[in-house]
């Protein structure tokens, strides 16, 4: 199987609007952040898109994807969701609705931003979308195995995926003992990590993300949901710790 980053940035983006620090004027693409997404390709070559926020559009086009063929969200939020309209051309294409998986509170509020999606008459040229709800157990779809993982994000709760020895969270702030046991040795874990100093109420930062790697003990740890706070891409990769590494925008990952 097969990770590619779509996206590793945070709900800002990198740049951010208006700023002229040294990050988000820099000139090294692993420097610019799309809103955090991933594409996972099975063995079989189906397609499990991971969130579908504002850059889905963009994020397709350039890394040559022509297919989705379900969704998982983690959460919510608008930058993990607000592109599901951009799915149209994907789902005209198919002639099928597109499966999205998610928890039940995350399906409700997809209603609700999308509500000519759901309508018994929809206007032709509107997306749809065949929601599942799951629960924080182990589900399989496309022949392959998916385990959520369940993590807190400030107040609400999150899920992270695992696939074989692999497991992608991001928006999280606390992983409970019950969760991390999902999570010990890994091949690769992908975690997000918003900045290196300063607590933050919602995201891990850095010092929580080298005591994960510690505790855990995947084989290779790579950083995501990455705001310009972070630092540059070249000079920050180097200086953390053997077997973790920043994510950049269109890296693809074996697993």
Known sequence: MKLKFLGTGTSHGVPVIGCTCEVCTSKNPKDSRFRSSV????DENRKILIDCGPDFRQQMLINHEHNVDIALL??????HVIGLD????????SGKDMPL???QRVGHEVKNRFPYAFTDVRYPG????DLHEIENKPFTVLDTEITPIEVIHYKITVFGYKFKNMAYITDANFISETEKKKLQNLDVLVLNCIRKFDPHPAHFILPDVIQLFQELKPKKLFLTHIS????????????????MHLAYDGL????
């Open 39 to 42: 594409m996972v390709t099975t």
């Open 74 to 79: 983690t959460h919510e939020h608008n930058d």
């Open 86 to 93: 951009d799915m149209r051309p994907l789902i005209f294409k």
């Open 101 to 103: 998986y998610c928890y």
């Open 126 to 129: 509107a997306p749809a979308f």
């Open 228 to 243: 310009h706070h972070l630092g540059l891409h070249d000079i920050e990769d180097k200086q953390l710790p053997a077997g």
């Open 252 to 255: 693809e990952i074996n697993f």
